[in-house]
């Protein structure tokens, strides 16, 4: 079947830099996403993933290995605001999306 | 404001009763689709239409019904509703052009059915 594994909750401080995994098991692959979710509303776009590497957009980084089945998003400068949830979801050879169920992101002062 | 409505944002249903969940997009997107998102769940694909007047099954089809008109409408129906459909319903568009491209949600519309 197919897999998507990230953990379900995290905490971390304000200011400081946290990195959330994600591990997948798919049939086909044809791109990793990451969405953010704050609690009670829509789930928005962050990155996108298709090839090995590290793709960096401001303070947000999406990191993925293939080769590994694995992604990670990096956070830093940690802001209050960035308490959400975190859903990583591949696209498989189908063009299908199969979503993680999220890790909550916990912010404290 | 350019997006997806959606309604309504909360509703409390009887079993048995029939709800339509209403979803329209100004985008002009060719790709729409229906979400459930459940709690410790990812979020599973109901039904999706890649184009006006197409229309397939997602992952969890059974008990919804969806019909794509003309582009900018899609309408979920939950024509018996039962006690397994309380969830979170979500509907996403994209450009259809790029099949990995972005998703763009609406705000979501949490059904209770009792």
């Known amino acids: 079947g197919q897999n998507i594994d990230q953990p379900t909750e995290m905490t971390a401080t304000e200011g400081a830099i946290v990195q959330i995994n994600c591990t997948y098991q798919?049939?086909?692959?044809?791109?990793l996403f990451w969405y953010q979710q704050h609690a009670g509303e829509a789930p928005t776009f962050l990155s996108y993933n298709v090839l090995d590497g590290l793709e960096e957009k401001g303070r947000f980084s999406s990191f993925l290995s293939r080769s590994k089945g694995y992604s990670y998003l990096l956070l830093k400068e940690l802001q209050m605001k960035d308490s959400a949830s975190y859903l990583c979801a591949v696209m498989d050879s189908n063009y299908q999306l199969i979503w993680g169920a999220g890790t909550k992101l916990i912010i404290k002062p | 404001i350019a997006g997806i409505t959606q309604a309504p944002t909360s509703q409390i249903l009887a079993a048995g009763r029939r709800m339509t969940l209403r979803c329209t997009q100004d985008m002009r997107h060719n790709a729409m689709y229906w979400y459930r998102q459940d709690l410790g769940l990812g979020l599973r694909l109901i039904h999706y239409s890649n184009t006006a007047g197409t229309t397939g099954k997602g992952e969890v089809p059974d008990g919804y019904s969806v019909s794509r008109a003309n582009t900018d409408d899609f309408p979920l129906t939950l024509a018996s509703a039962v006690p397994s459909q309380t969830s979170v319903y979500f509907c996403?568009?994209?450009?259809?052009?790029?099949?990995?491209?972005?998703?763009?949600f609406g705000e979501g519309s949490r059904l209770t059915v009792l």
């Open positions: 798919t049939s086909g692959f044809n791109g």
């Open positions: 996403a568009s994209s450009s259809g052009l790029d099949p990995t491209g972005e998703l763009f």
